[in-house]
T-cell receptor, first 114, second 116 residues
Framework: DTGVSQDPRHKITKRGQNVTFRCDPI?????LYWYRQTLGQGPEFLTY????????KSRLLSDRFSAERPKGSFSTLEIQRTEQGDSAMYLC????????????FGPGTRLTVT | AQKITQTQPGMFVQEKEAVTLDCTYD???????LFWYKQPSSGEMIFLIY??????QNATEGRYSLNFQKARKSANLVISASQLGDSAMYFC?????????????FGQGTTLQVKP
C-alpha cells in the first residue's frame, strides 16, 4: 500500500448539485479524518472515524454534509445542494490509535462550485 | 481554545542556507503534540516532524529540527541547507491530547521560496 488515496482529484460542479468524494486510507489504519482547506488557509478538521464509528463532527459540518465509513475501510464525504462557499480542498488522513501523531494525508479533492 | 499562529505569510531563503519558520501556540492543556507539515503545490500534506509537550529534547529529522520553547509557547521549524525542493507551504499544527482524538489544529501557513 503506497498511501492514502482520494478520488476524484478535482471536481467542478454547479451550485445546488450533490457531490461525493471517496477516501481510501492506508490498509492497517483504523482512524480516518476529513479536513477542509480553503485557499490561503490551513486545513480545518471536519470529522473523524475509528473503524466504522464516526466519533466526532465539527460544527463546520453542516446538515448538508454527511460522511460514512460503512465497513471501516474506505470513507465517503457527500455534500448536498452545494454552495459556492463549499469550494475548497477536501483532505483525508489516516492513522493508527497507538501512533495518532503519524497522520498520513491523501492528495486531496479540489472542489469548485460554479 | 487552542490556537496556532504563524505570523510569516511568506519567506525567502537562498539555496544551501538555513531558514527558521515561526510558530506560536496557545493551549491550556498540559499535554499536547506539535507538528510541522509541508504542502507542495501538488496539495498533499507531508509530515515533517513531531514534538510532544513532555519531550525533553528538541525533535530532529534529517535537515529539519524543531526549536521547542515551552515557556514561550513557540515551536519554530528550522530547515538547514535549504534545497530548491523545499519550496512549498509549511503548516504548524497542534494535536489535542485529552480525549486522544488525534485531530489537528493548523496554523495559516508560511510559503517558503528557495532561491537558486
Amino acid at each position: 500500500d503506497t498511501g492514502v488515496s482520494q478520488d476524484p482529484r478535482h471536481k467542478i460542479t454547479k451550485r445546488g448539485q450533490n457531490v461525493t468524494f471517496r477516501c481510501d486510507p492506508i490498509s492497517e489504519h483504523n482512524r480516518l479524518y476529513w479536513y477542509r482547506q480553503t485557499l490561503g488557509q490551513g486545513p480545518e478538521f471536519l470529522t473523524y472515524f475509528q473503524n466504522e464509528a464516526q466519533l466526532e463532527k465539527s460544527r463546520l459540518l453542516s446538515d448538508r454534509f454527511s460522511a460514512e465509513r460503512p465497513k471501516g475501510s474506505f470513507s465517503t464525504l457527500e455534500i448536498q445542494r452545494t454552495e459556492q462557499g463549499d469550494s475548497a480542498m477536501y483532505l483525508c488522513a489516516s492513522s493508527v490509535p497507538t501512533r495518532p501523531y503519524e497522520q498520513y494525508f491523501g492528495p486531496g479533492t479540489r472542489l469548485t462550485v460554479t | 481554545a487552542q490556537k496556532i499562529t504563524q505570523t510569516q505569510p511568506g519567506m525567502f531563503v537562498q539555496e544551501k542556507e538555513a531558514v527558521t519558520l515561526d510558530c506560536t501556540y496557545d493551549t491550556s492543556d498540559p499535554s499536547y503534540g506539535l507538528f510541522w507539515y509541508k504542502q507542495p503545490s501538488s496539495g498533499e500534506m507531508i509530515f515533517l516532524i513531531y514534538q510532544g509537550s513532555y519531550d525533553q529534547q528538541n525533535a530532529t529529522e534529517g535537515r529539519y529540527s524543531l526549536n521547542f520553547q515551552k515557556a514561550r509557547k513557540s515551536a519554530n521549524l528550522v530547515i538547514s541547507a535549504s534545497q530548491l525542493g523545499d519550496s512549498a507551504m509549511y503548516f504548524c499544527a497542534m494535536r489535542e491530547e485529552p480525549g486522544n482524538t488525534g485531530k489537528l489544529i493548523f496554523g495559516q501557513g508560511t510559503t517558503l521560496q528557495v532561491k537558486p
